[in-house]
């Protein structure tokens, strides 16, 4: 394992920087050459590549985004395009690959491993928490805060003008990011994709919060819920059964992606990038780096993509009794 690759693939995560800047320093430290791909697999297609040294990562640990940039590739998702990219890592001199990235990122890995007996390690990089075999995914923790701020900001509002607040967060298959800021802020219902809740109780929850004193609330929202066919459909049958409510939606969108990573994303981002390259010394193969309970662990890619992570839903009872 002379030479090292690494790249970033699908949505972009604070954090991956820190990884990034961590994947290159250690491939110094262990005296490896590291090889940078520009725009994840679309990249690795065209042969868009940079060699990186210490110098090359200096200064974005702080940055949200990714250093290497990103794009969605359809030509990899094709055997011609895999043996393309594969021929491009060969031609470069590359003997593993490290992926920053989410579960579309990690599928292309098992498949670069499984077809050409390529060494690949695959990095959680995804806002959404949603992959197995880590309890927090690189931007997780940003994105959180990220919301949590948004929202008490929209709380301001929500007081002074006596209004409901539908705030629709990430989260098209997974809850994560609407449980947990939902609970920081105190929202009066959180809707997610895991846990159906009905309409009537919505109504219902609201109808007691008016009759105790409550001038406005906010309910958050993650992309992925069932329980209208959108956000917008779901605040205007709210409005149409409570007519004393007037009711708001905010959709934060891709603000949630950026911005510099928190402290934990930056730690976690090196520790995942150093754990990486040691995984390819030492001649592992097809894993995925993640952690929990603050210790580093090692999981197939694809039970990391085939696992289903558990909702913790406690959480939302525990959010309903602080609503009493």
Not at 266 to 280: N, P, Y
Not at 299 to 318: C, H, V
């Amino acid at each position: 394992m002379n030479t090292i690759a690494v790249l970033t693939s699908g949505g972009d995560a604070p954090g991956m920087n820190s990884s990034i800047r961590a994947v290159v320093r250690s491939c110094a430290h262990y005296n490896k050459k590291c090889i940078g791909i520009i725009r994840g697999y679309s990249g690795l297609i065209e042969n868009d590549t940079k060699v990186l040294n210490t110098r090359s990562v200096r200064g974005i640990i702080n940055r949200g985004g990714t250093f290497l940039y990103s794009a969605r590739c359809e030509e990899f998702k094709s055997i011609e395009g895999r043996k393309k990219a594969y021929e491009n890592l060969k031609a470069m001199g590359a003997d593993g690959l490290i992926i920053i990235g989410g579960d579309g990122s990690f599928t292309g890995a098992l498949k670069l491993k499984d077809e050409f007996n390529f060494p690949v390690i695959g990095i959680p990089g995804t806002i959404d928490n949603d992959l197995f075999g880590t309890s927090h995914t690189l931007g997780y923790d940003t994105a959180l805060n990220t919301v949590m701020d948004a929202i008490d900001k929209i709380r301001d509002t929500a007081i002074s003008h006596h209004r409901l607040f539908l705030v629709e967060v990430m989260g098209a298959d997974a809850g994560y990011i609407a449980l947990n800021s939902g609970l920081a802020i105190g929202a009066q219902e959180i809707l997610i994709p895991e846990v159906n809740m009905s309409f009537d109780s919505i109504i219902k929850s609201l109808k007691k919060s008016k009759k105790s004193g409550k001038t406005s609330s906010i309910i958050v929202v993650a992309e992925g819920d069932k329980t209208g066919k959108n956000v917008f459909e779901l605040a205007s049958k709210i409005e149409e059964n409570l007519l004393k409510y007037e009711t708001r939606v905010s959709v934060l969108g891709h603000i949630q992606r950026g911005g510099s990573p928190t402290c934990f994303d930056r730690v976690l981002g090196t520790q995942l990038g150093v754990k990486a390259v040691e995984a390819l010394i030492e001649g592992k193969n097809g894993l995925m780096v993640g952690i929990d309970n603050g210790k580093i662990i090692f999981t197939p890619l694809n039970k990391a993509l085939k696992g289903k992570t558990k909702i913790n839903k406690e959480l939302l009872r525990m959010s309903q009794i602080m609503n009493t």
